[in-house]
């Protein structure tokens, strides 16, 4: 408590106080007031997410049909003879799951401050996540090339995210 109390500290405020914290916020980075005008563009990643989670569902949907993997098993048992070819489909989709709150989120949160790149970093995740569909079509190897491209997405907004953090926690511009 106290070394974040006093990185907040400024000449003026000796001794450190949560007086002088809350007086000397002020100095530090503040998200806008309103919505960016470009904001809007944040939610085109998610109309195409949306629309990847319904393919991929019904991807999962077929192969449970096709294979005769029955609920509650989340995956082919090993013994199954298609084992490999529903669990491709399988981990495609619940890979998919595993990210995509996580990038939306961030998409949304740094849009706040950088809309445009925001929208291109989640562009390049979610149109990378199409191309990772071809996982589903039974070969692990074919996960590579859309797990790889997805990462310049979501790096991206790791390093928007981690700028914001640090301009609003050292108030530097």
């Known amino acids: 408590y106290r070394g974040w109390l006093k990185h907040f500290q400024h000449q003026h405020c000796k001794p450190a106080s949560v007086t002088c914290a809350v007086a000397c916020s002020t100095m530090l980075f503040e998200l806008p007031k309103t919505f960016p005008s470009q ?28 294979y005769d993997v029955k609920y509650p098993l989340l995956y082919a048992p090993p013994d199954h003879k298609d084992a490999t070819a529903f669990n491709c489909v399988q981990r495609c989709h619940q890979n998919y799951l595993e990210t995509v709150n996580l990038v939306m989120m961030s998409v949304f949160t740094t849009g706040l ?23 589903a079509l039974g070969n692990p190897e074919y996960r590579l090339p859309g797990v790889t491209l997805s990462h310049i997405g979501d790096f991206w907004l790791v390093g928007m995210t981690i700028r914001i953090g640090y301009k609003a926690f050292f108030g530097s511009s």
């Open 39 to 66: 904001y809007g563009l944040c939610f085109v990643p998610m109309g195409f997410a949306w629309v990847l989670n319904i393919i991929q569902t019904a991807m999962v949907v077929k192969a449970r049909l096709k």
């Open 113 to 135: 401050v950088y809309p445009v790149s925001a929208f291109r970093a989640g562009m390049a995740w979610v149109l990378s996540r199409y191309i990772y569909v071809a996982y």
